[in-house]
């Protein structure tokens, strides 16, 4: 046998005449008449079909059936009223869950400030942070999987996506720390023509990678990729090793080792950017603040 819904009205009115116990206490609480009241007890009374308060003259008393539906009608009331509250909360980007994709790099530079200011302002939305490089990102966002990204060089041919720029930052020189060149404060780019190179493959990050390869074509070589490593750590490490030297974004100085010399290259114009993005009509209310996040802070060069 199907179940009766019982709508939120006559709840309500009923939770609040077994608390007053008297109807015209109740009606005023209510903000209504008292015959709607009685209307909305009688259709109640009807869906139960006993009744729930002794109307006696002076005198109104719950029944046992009333006694007995009062507990649960409580815990609706509260279960409505927390979910309304829920619903609230996530239509308004105060709750809810939000999946960032991240460069790995950008746990030096963007992405830790972001967290700790959108935390701040948003303490009831959970974070779901995936490290992942920018051609993952971009299928990611295809497919709905991530919210936002925080990605190199996104790509120009997009129609799905929008993409903000958020920092913009120059090209470095990586050596091993015994490299001869690593003795110079600025490296010109001619000088590692005949070094082997360690790069990130295409596929993680493809016009970051064909940028490199252009700065070089710009000097009269193409370089010598002896390893390819997926994350900028990676690249360092090996670099230390003495298997090849790399050109990294600016901010790659913040990964310590010692092993490893960060110079300044010439020509030094090219500029590569990290940029954030978003599905164009997601009307993710999460989105929004996270985007508004990221605006507080002017984009810029890493010291």
Do not use: Y
Not at 17 to 24: P, T
Not at 149 to 169: A, K, W
Not at 196 to 214: A, C, W, Y
């Amino acid at each position: 046998m199907d179940r009766p819904e019982v709508p939120f009205p006559q709840l309500h009115a009923f939770v609040v005449l077994a608390e007053e116990l008297h109807f015209g206490h109740a009606a005023a609480r209510l903000g209504i008449a008292q015959p709607p009241l009685s209307q909305q007890i009688r259709r109640l009374e009807d869906k139960v079909g006993h009744a729930l308060f002794n109307r006696e003259p002076g005198r109104v008393t719950l029944t046992p059936a009333g006694r007995e539906l009062l507990p649960a009608a409580r815990r609706s009331l509260t279960g409505i009223a927390d979910g309304l509250a829920a619903a609230r909360a996530i239509g308004s980007g105060q709750a809810g869950h939000l999946r960032i994709g991240f460069a790995a790099s950008l746990a030096l530079t963007v992405l830790p400030g972001l967290l700790r200011t959108f935390r701040q302002r948003f303490p009831g939305v959970r974070l779901d942070i995936r490290e992942m490089a920018t051609a993952p990102q971009i299928a990611a966002l295809h497919d709905r999987a991530i919210d936002i990204g925080l990605l190199r060089e996104p790509p120009t041919d997009e129609s799905e996506l929008s993409f903000r720029t958020v920092l913009s930052e120059s090209f470095v020189a990586v050596l091993p720390a015994t490299h001869p060149l690593a003795g110079q404060r600025v490296v010109q780019l001619a000088q590692l023509m005949d070094s082997p190179f360690v790069l990130l493959p295409r596929e993680v990050g493809p016009r970051l990678h064909d940028q490199i390869i252009e700065l070089c074509a710009s000097e009269g070589f193409t370089p010598q990729v002896v390893q390819q490593a997926v994350e900028w750590q990676t690249v360092c490490a090996l670099v230390e090793t003495g298997l090849g030297v790399s050109l990294a974004p600016a901010s790659i100085r913040r990964i310590r080792l010692k092993g490893v010399a960060f110079r300044r290259i010439e020509p030094g114009a090219a500029r590569t950017r990290v940029a954030v993005a978003w599905q164009k009509h997601d009307k993710n209310p999460l989105v929004t603040h996270l985007l508004a996040t990221l605006g507080q802070d002017p984009p810029g060069e890493p010291p």
